[in-house]
């Protein structure tokens, strides 16, 4: 068994990014805190942690992390079925009434949109500590495959191995752009296909296939725009609206420059619907049992029904 | 001298994730991309693309991304010198009017309060595809030094070699949490440093050292809190509005929910100010003009005066 205080000095620093805040988080002097984790490397055989500013794991570093987190989390659960509470938090003996150090630590992958969108009210349904991956919606699955996070929102409807995978609905996107935006690149014929081709469009990164899948929808011809990126929700909103580029923006989100005419909708007859899922490792149903219920209800009523 | 062809291949890998969609984009068949590859490939002698889903590059292939996208750069600026315009797109002969293929594309770090605050509208200024690259106000400078991006917005006020830096402003962040949040955790007291390392925070990644600095700006004292993890400015606002933790929210960006009593600021007189700056390469000041004047007359309005 490896030494729960050096892995709990080895999560302290990669969540905080040097040896010197991990210390202070966890009431140790700072060459404490390196001989706890000279002791892990000498054990292991192999650095786990790169020395830079913030810290970052190695590969062997980044598999034992997980396996503190998940350690931490396997007793979290058997406490709960047991009905003895939660373990003191490190520094929590002596205090009295709440203390969020003793919650435990849960990391989810999730797509961007749903978190500027409907999702975050859902996770104030529990005593836990969030650590959020922000990932594309056709990825984020993965994340759970390498075992990187316990619970993720995808766009994949098959269960991942050792999860569970439950239908939240569907969000929907339109296509946006200003309306000076629009006359200048589209004119009085509006949106067409050549005109696709030579207006610049925004992209949230490599991995964003929305605008394309929408011209395919819309129009049945692939897409080969120029492009700006921009990896951040709101700032895709912001950017259709001052006129930079269209782009695929969720409704919920684009909804208040669309009623100040701020932007406009490129095709109302054709919005873009994403279905998403919520997928859960089974190692953790139970303790995250309030979260998903919370995660489904706040869809429920956010998202539309999957078609 | 490398083949432009064969560096535009690159570049369109690169920029959207696969050979296939780079094909579409360069007018070409799927074989004849792969060829120019691979052809650059035995003229580099190292492989410059991971074949993965989105395609990556290899050290070496981001390496050859940057000297293709600086020399698209250089002679843009020549172009400007010259008075003879823009160089038509790939695609864009036998179009007619604007045509945004043929825009020089420009990689810019920016930290995300930034953009999710005041500095999107600055980019509708001239006829440019922004790239855009988001990372800590104290890390965005390092992209800089590298040469991977040809301007940045960072805390840094010393110039990066190459580069002019003008003063922005600051950008002013408060202390905020839900009214039930307080109750919760700071009861009738208030805030207190023993509070603080009870209570839930937020922080953005490992970079993100404003909840500490205010801690000790406010408290003198040192933080050590439990935390959330959440990448992503509007997402910090809500999850503290739905009372997940308390965090240092732009004051920009919390004054909706400030108005609507869903924040409160956890302690009035004590704000945190984050002056910032605007690094640019000399190599593309004169074509990056327009943009550097429109970044600081948004910032001149949007900032506070640097402290």
């Known amino acids: 068994m490896f030494d729960p205080t050096q892995l709990a000095a080895l999560s302290a620093i990669l969540r905080n990014g040097s040896f010197e805040r991990a210390a202070r ?29 913030p810290c970052r794991a190695t590969e062997a570093g980044a598999r034992v992390f997980r396996h503190a987190e998940e350690l931490r989390l396997l007793e979290q659960e058997l406490r709960t079925d047991l009905g003895i509470g939660r373990e003191p938090g490190a520094l929590a003996s002596g205090t009295t009434g709440a ?13 961007a949109d749903s978190l500027a969108t409907w999702f975050l009210p859902a996770l104030a349904a529990g005593e836990f500590l969030f650590d959020l991956v922000v990932d594309d919606q056709d990825h984020s ?14 766009s994949a409807s098959r269960p991942v191995q050792g999860c569970d995978c ?8 339109l296509a946006t752009a200003s309306p000076d935006f629009c006359r200048r690149w589209f004119g009085e014929e509006g949106v067409t296909p050549a005109g696709l081709q030579r207006a610049p469009m925004l992209t949230f990164n490599a991995k964003d296939r929305l605008q394309s899948r929408w011209a ?3 129009f049945g011809t692939s897409l080969a725009g120029p492009s ?49 899922y919520w997928h859960v ?27």
């Open 228 to 276: 700006h990126w921009l990896p951040s929700s709101q700032a895709f909103v912001d950017a259709a609206a001052a006129g930079l580029g269209w782009g695929m923006n969720p409704e919920a989100l684009a909804a208040p420059a669309l009623a100040e005419r701020r932007l406009r909708v490129l095709k109302a007859d054709c919005p873009l619907d994403v279905p998403l």
């Open 281 to 307: 490792s089974r190692s953790v149903l139970r303790l995250m049992q309030p979260v998903t219920q919370a995660v489904v209800e706040a869809a429920r009523r956010a998202l539309r029904p999957i078609p």
């Open 99 to 111: 203390d969020a150090r003793a919650w435990p630590a849960v990391r989810i992958a999730v797509n």
């Open 166 to 173: 439950l239908p939240l609905g569907a969000l929907r996107y």
């Open 141 to 154: 699955a993965d994340w759970l495959k390498r075992g990187e996070v316990r619970a993720a929102i995808s």
């Open 25 to 53: 988080l966890l009431g140790l002097t700072q060459s404490a805190v390196s001989q706890r984790i000279r002791l892990l490397e000498e054990q292991v055989g192999t650095p786990l942690i790169i020395r830079s500013q």
């Open 216 to 218: 395919e929808q819309a």
